[in-house]
């Protein structure tokens, strides 16, 4: 306890079992440290991932041995895939009993090898002070990520007098250095001689805290910029060189400006194969440039010209002054040219996902921090919320964790109690998480749940019509009755399924003081667009089809010009009577 | 004797380890996950207390070893790894084979092993080992010679590398 005291921990997430039992005896000593009771392990290593992404500080997890162990571990492989500081503490059997099958061993250490960025077994109490010191330090420095410490419930007991190290030294782990000058004048030069640059920036810039080296950049050379799902809020969605998500789930003005242009950036990403597409075609006309931190993400899944290893709070801002001013208006205007052409809509007439989202944005988009499930609707969220600061957007982008978004949204409200947090969900993954509603009701935890009920695992669903040649098998997803389920639990409820009760709904959501399950029975059978079809080439992003098929719809632009949302030059405009939702934009 | 070229898509990293609990499994279940396929693997104690030098060999080219090589020094426990070129290392393997005396010529046995300057390392009526070490190369030219002979077991320990270059 005093080590969690002496890293700043304020909130843990767990839940007891035999062996930790000393532990929680020892937890009433420390009222300083509140522990949050989940009812089940798997969340509270997601409630301390929600609140590591919405503070970039530490979250601690806390499980018993055995089958409390192993439920942490879906939680602890999401941490790992997007480099989330965590500290999860496991207890275990006592050391003379590990290795002979005692009741509820796991060897957890050996099963999170392969997804924690280092983890222990201590067996001597005389380590431990150590130990807890390196956890910390490791989960928050370098490459971040969660690390584990397994302790047996002897060495919970013993005492020690080992003081606390006042450094962290480990000969295996040096941060790194200053980037090589070299390598970011070589950087310098080719911004110098592109003509078509992009940037795509992930959620490094977030976690180095560079977001305003990179806007500087931006606007010096001026150079539109691409984010990578986790990437968003580094860059603010309403600036004018901001092209929002690029990916398999992208907006079109992206992903073409990518396979257009001569210089690409990669800044605090790592080329994933979501947001490369096939990655042979990927960036086929441009140089690549790669900033990262960590140097086994430098040319593992795409060959760049030129790379700075080290950590962008310094190479960005030595490489800022390097950079001349310049122009690129002919090809921003292009890059336009695209956003207008290919825009994305919320097509009128039907109550959909995207019409509540495009609502929802309006109503909270600049100011509440939004966690997101996994599938269609964290698709329509990351295009749709136009996110203007980073530590706002939490969502599982490595591990596609179904069951994700509620419990982390509890984490990030616990840190952030004056915050409106909506965690969006689809009716699939909520029900694999639903039982933190207790949680939340008994901890009177004020976030807002955006249940966008499609009746289908949607995601899934969308891959069977458009590849699977409409042969559904297993989506169609049956639900409990929502609103009973939010009186057994206690909590409000709002079931919407119209468009113009959406304002007042969202209204009334945010004002109320508690836990709100919303509940929005949307229609089934919706597809994300663009979308680039898995493992090809981004240049075969198939475009919305409404764009073309003669359907209404309403264009949605991020907010520079009128606030919300922008009119479609060229368009007949004539507003819609919908302008609730879509102030601004225009109905084609 | 002079070390001997391995094929080109065949690289020896030497390293470095702190040992804790877990530190083998570690490195081990990072080349599986990685699909990197070790050719050998070779821990053992050091001057250093506390710590561990490895040998490891894999196959394949030079993406394949530069991702090894990052993949290795971002784990915790690595202090230091390199590959480690012809020229810069000596390398060495040991081969124990082993015959049933009954089976063979025991004057053209010797007479081989007498070749590469093998050694008797155990001798009774029904077990003969030759224990022989050199460059790796050399190990499997001298494995070819005795296995002309039928052998009984034939264990080779994988090549341990050491630094000579000045840095
Ligand atoms: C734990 C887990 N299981 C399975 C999947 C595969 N999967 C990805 S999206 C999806 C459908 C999600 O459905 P729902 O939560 O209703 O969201 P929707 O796509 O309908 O918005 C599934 C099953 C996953 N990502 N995570
Ligand atoms: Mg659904």
């Known amino acids: 306890m005093e080590a ?19 532990l929680y005896d020892e937890m009433l000593n420390w009222p300083q440290v509140k522990h949050v009771l989940v009812r089940h392990e798997q969340c509270a290593a997601h409630m301390a991932d ?352 179904m069951g994700y978004g509620f419990p982390a949204a509890i984490g990030a409200k616990f840190a952030h109690p004056d915050k409106e947090v909506w965690a969006i969900v689809g009716d699939g993954g909520f029900q694999m998480t639903l039982q933190e509603l207790q949680t939340a009701v008994e901890y009177e935890v004020n976030v807002k749940i955006c249940l966008l009920n499609n009746g289908y695992l949607g995601m899934v669903r969308q891959w069977q019509e458009l590849f699977y040649d409409n042969r559904y098998s297993s989506v169609e997803m049956g639900s409990p009755n929502f609103g009973k389920l939010a009186d057994a639990y206690g909590l409000k409820y709002f079931q919407c399924s119209r468009v113009e009760d959406l304002e007042e709904t969202l209204k009334q959501a945010s004002a109320h003081d508690g836990p709100v399950l919303c509940e929005f029975v949307v229609e089934m059978e919706e597809n994300v667009f663009p979308m680039v079809p898995a493992g090809k080439s981004n240049s075969n992003v198939i475009m919305d089809p409404a764009l073309t098929n003669g359907e209404d719809y309403n264009a949605v632009h991020a907010s520079w010009e009128t606030g919300h949302g922008r009119r479609v030059p060229g368009a007949e405009s004539e507003h819609t009577s919908d302008d609730v939702y879509a102030s601004g934009t225009v109905t084609k | 004797m002079s070390d001997v070229k391995l094929p080109t898509h065949s690289h020896a990293i030497s390293a470095l380890v702190q040992n804790e609990t877990g530190t083998i499994n570690r490195l081990v279940s990072m080349f599986r996950r990685r699909g990197i396929s070790l050719a050998s693997f070779n821990a053992g104690d050091c001057e250093q207390p506390g710590y561990s030098r490895l040998t490891i060999t894999v196959n394949g080219d030079d993406s394949v070893l530069g991702q090894t090589i990052k993949q290795m020094e971002k784990l915790i426990d690595v202090v230091e790894c390199q590959d480690l070129a012809p020229d810069d290392r000596v390398m060495r393997e040991v081969a124990l084979v082993s015959y049933y005396p009954s089976q063979i010529s025991r004057e053209a046995v010797l007479a081989v092993a007498s070749e590469y300057e093998a050694k008797i390392e155990h001798d009774t009526e029904n077990c003969l080992v030759l224990q022989y070490t050199g460059p790796v190369r050399l190990v499997e030219k001298y494995l070819e010679a005795m296995q002309t002979f039928p052998v009984r077991e034939i264990v080779r320990s994988g090549p341990c590398v050491l630094k000579v270059s000045d840095q």
């Open chain 1, 4 to 22: 969690l005291v002496r890293q700043g921990v304020d909130t843990i997430f767990g839940y007891p079992g035999g062996v930790v039992l000393p």
């Open chain 1, 50 to 401: 929600g609140y590591a992404r919405a503070t970039g500080r530490v979250g601690v997890c806390l499980a018993t041995s055995g089958p409390g162990a192993t439920n942490l571990v879906t939680g602890i492989a999401t941490a790992i895939m997007d480099s989330i500081p965590m500290v999860a503490i496991t207890g275990n059997v006592n050391s003379a009993a590990i290795g002979k099958d005692a009741f509820q061993e796991t060897d957890i250490q050996g099963i999170t090898i392969p997804i924690t960025k280092h983890n222990y077994l201590v067996t001597d109490v005389n380590d431990l002070p150590r130990v807890l010191e390196e956890a910390f330090f490791l989960a928050n420095t370098g490459r971040k990520g969660p690390v584990l410490v397994d302790i047996p419930k002897d060495v919970f007991i013993a005492m020690t007098d080992a003081p606390f190290p006042d450094k962290v030294e480990r000969r295996g782990y040096k941060l790194a250095g200053a980037p090589p000058v070299e390598q970011v004048d070589v950087v310098a030069k080719l911004i110098a001689e592109a003509k078509k640059p992009v940037i795509i920036a992930g959620a490094g810039v977030i976690w180095s805290r560079s977001w305003e080296s990179l806007r500087e950049l931006a606007e010096k050379a001026q150079i539109p910029v691409i984010n990578s799902l986790l990437g968003l809020g580094s860059f603010p969605r309403d600036h004018e060189l901001s092209l929002g998500m690029m990916g398999m789930h992208g907006e079109a003005a992206g992903t073409l400006a990518v396979q257009e242009a001569d210089l690409v950036m990669g800044i605090g990403m790592r080329f994933d194969d979501r947001l490369t597409g096939n990655t042979n075609a990927f960036a086929e006309n441009a140089k690549i440039v790669h900033f990262d931190l960590d140097p086994s993400e430098i040319g593992k899944t795409v060959r760049p010209v030129a790379w700075v290893e080290g950590d962008l709070a310094e190479s960005l801002k030595m490489l800022v002054p390097k950079v001349a001013e310049k122009r690129h208006d002919e090809w921003v205007a292009q890059v336009k040219k695209w956003q207008n052409e290919y825009p994305l809509v919320v097509p009128t007439g039907k109550f959909l996902s995207r019409t509540v989202l495009n609502s929802l944005n309006q109503h909270a988009g600049a100011h509440a921090i939004f966690s997101t499930d996994v599938g269609q609707h964290q698709m329509w969220t990351a295009q749709f919320i136009k996110f203007t600061q980073p530590y706002h957007f939490l969502s599982s982008g490595g591990l596609g964790t």
